[in-house]
């Protein structure tokens, strides 16, 4: 590991040392966090693609790369009473038995962070690799996001191994989850914002205009139907974000320019097309300082609750009349009720926050 610039420290009293290691399928061996972060604007992705002569692929490959990035940035800054947490670092498949080998402080906790549909990318060995893992004191926490134990073909082969398990807010599969162990914590929270707390500044006074940010998965017919609504309606100060994704390191630059964004629901949206789309959206809007406005979905969860709460706006499905008074009324949202909101995600609905206090729970 770098020739000893990792160098084991003496443990605060009444701490407990953490080392976490972010498995990351655009990755390839172990290193420290800090040195894939550095290099990983100039990743050359083409080796890492089916066809590396198709520009809209490798497009997507970078938005994607640079996406699961922001997870290892998150992971590298985590912070948390009671434990200490060790220069983090990071692994693709080929690093992941040298996580093992890695010398290992005394006392030291050394977890294994997973997330999403990634420990696909082990096939059919993801269940004998997590059981070595674990075998050899790593620990192993789970992000799903949304429906692994009811979608993921390896879920049952992992499932034994998993110390934590953050799954969507649905009933976990039975025949999946009765592979958990007894002692696995399972927390339902699914998607929260990939952000370091606070990394945007809150803006006092940003410009009156709203932001849709979908994806080409979300640009339904529904959907069009909304935005050339909001378009009639409110001309220049709408704009639509849907080509994909939104690069990482432009969601900063929407702080001043929006004070509003429109973000599909995703996972448990009414409608089978939108039920594919991303839902980080409304989290890191959040932390950025905007106010979130969201269709209603079928089954309420989580963004119902922070629509009681006014941490975000909901109308009903397909109604453009509540659709048009929700951005009017985000419009006119003054500065104390957006910075309660900015504060609220930036302390509670981010990846480190959340995947730190797991671990602080396990014990």
Same mark, same amino acid.
């Given at each position: 590991?770098?020739?000893?610039?990792?160098?084991?420290?003496?443990?605060?009293?009444?701490?407990?040392?953490?080392?976490?290691?972010?498995?990351?399928?655009?990755?390839?061996?172990?290193?420290?966090?800090?040195?894939?972060?550095?290099?990983?604007?100039?990743?050359?992705?083409?080796?890492?693609?089916?066809?590396?002569?198709?520009?809209?692929?490798?497009?997507?490959?970078?938005?994607?790369?640079?996406?699961?990035?922001?997870?290892?940035?998150?992971?590298?800054?985590?912070?948390? @009473?009671?434990?200490?947490?060790?220069?983090?670092?990071?692994?693709?498949?080929?690093?992941?038995?040298?996580?093992?080998?890695?010398?290992?402080?005394?006392?030291?906790?050394?977890?294994?962070?997973?997330?999403?549909?990634?420990?696909?990318?082990?096939?059919?060995?993801?269940?004998?690799?997590?059981?070595?893992?674990?075998?050899?004191?790593?620990?192993?926490?789970?992000?799903?996001?949304?429906?692994?134990?009811?979608?993921?073909? #390896?879920?049952?082969?992992?499932?034994?191994?998993?110390?934590?398990?953050?799954?969507?807010?649905?009933?976990?599969?039975?025949?999946?989850?009765?592979?958990?162990?007894?002692? #696995?914590?399972?927390?339902?929270?699914?998607?929260?914002?990939?952000?370091?707390?606070?990394?945007?500044?809150?803006?006092?006074?940003?410009?009156?205009?709203?932001?849709?940010? %979908?994806?080409?998965?979300?640009?339904?017919?529904?959907?069009?139907?909304?935005?050339?609504?909001?378009?009639?309606?409110?001309?220049?100060?709408?704009? @639509?974000?849907?080509?994909?994704?939104?690069?990482?390191?432009?969601?900063?630059?929407?702080?001043? =320019?929006?004070?509003?964004?429109?973000?599909?629901?995703?996972?448990?949206?009414?409608?089978?097309?939108?039920?594919?789309?991303?839902?980080? =959206?409304?989290?890191?809007?959040? #932390?950025?300082?905007?106010?979130?406005?969201?269709?209603?979905?079928?089954?309420?969860?989580?963004?119902?609750?922070?629509?009681?709460?006014?941490?975000?706006?909901?109308?009903?499905?397909?109604?453009?009349?509540?659709?048009?008074?929700?951005?009017?009324?985000?419009?006119?949202?003054?500065?104390?009720?957006? =910075?309660?909101?900015?504060?609220?995600?930036? =302390?509670?609905?981010?990846? %480190?926050?959340?995947?730190?206090? @797991?671990?602080? @729970?396990?014990?």
């Amino acid at each position: 590991m770098d020739g000893g610039r990792d160098v084991p420290r003496a443990s605060v009293p009444g701490t407990t040392q953490v080392r976490a290691c972010y498995f990351n399928a655009w990755a390839q061996g172990l290193e420290p966090a800090a040195d894939y972060l550095a290099r990983l604007p100039t990743l050359d992705l083409r080796p890492l693609v089916a066809d590396p002569r198709d520009a809209s692929l490798l497009t997507k490959a970078r938005l994607d790369c640079d996406w699961y990035g922001e997870n290892a940035r998150a992971f590298a800054a985590m912070a948390h @009473a009671g434990l200490e947490f060790l220069p983090a670092w990071v692994c693709g498949i080929p690093g992941l038995l040298d996580l093992v080998k890695a010398p290992r402080a005394p006392g030291e906790e050394r977890w294994l962070i997973v997330m999403a549909h990634q420990p696909q990318a082990l096939k059919a060995t993801a269940g004998k690799l997590f059981g070595f893992l674990r075998k050899q004191g790593v620990r192993i926490l789970y992000y799903a996001f949304d429906e692994a134990s009811r979608e993921m073909p #390896c879920f049952r082969e992992i499932a034994p191994h998993l110390d934590v398990l953050i799954h969507d807010e649905s009933p976990l599969d039975a025949a999946g989850a009765a592979w958990l162990r007894a002692d #696995c914590r399972t927390l339902h929270r699914s998607w929260v914002a990939n952000t370091l707390p606070f990394a945007t500044p809150f803006v006092e006074a940003p410009e009156e205009n709203i932001v849709f940010l %979908g994806s080409e998965m979300g640009l339904t017919p529904h959907r069009r139907r909304q935005i050339d609504f909001l378009r009639a309606k409110f001309g220049t100060r709408f704009t @639509a974000i849907h080509d994909h994704s939104l690069p990482v390191g432009e969601r900063h630059r929407l702080a001043e =320019r929006f004070k509003v964004s429109l973000c599909p629901e995703g996972r448990k949206f009414a409608t089978r097309g939108m039920s594919a789309t991303h839902t980080d =959206r409304p989290f890191w809007s959040g #932390c950025l300082g905007l106010v979130p406005v969201s269709e209603d979905s079928a089954a309420g969860g989580r963004l119902e609750d922070l629509h009681r709460e006014a941490l975000l706006l909901r109308y009903p499905h397909g109604d453009l009349a509540a659709l048009a008074t929700a951005c009017e009324r985000a419009l006119t949202a003054p500065v104390a009720e957006r =910075r309660r909101i900015y504060d609220y995600y930036n =302390r509670h609905e981010t990846v %480190g926050t959340v995947v730190a206090a @797991a671990m602080a @729970a396990a014990g």
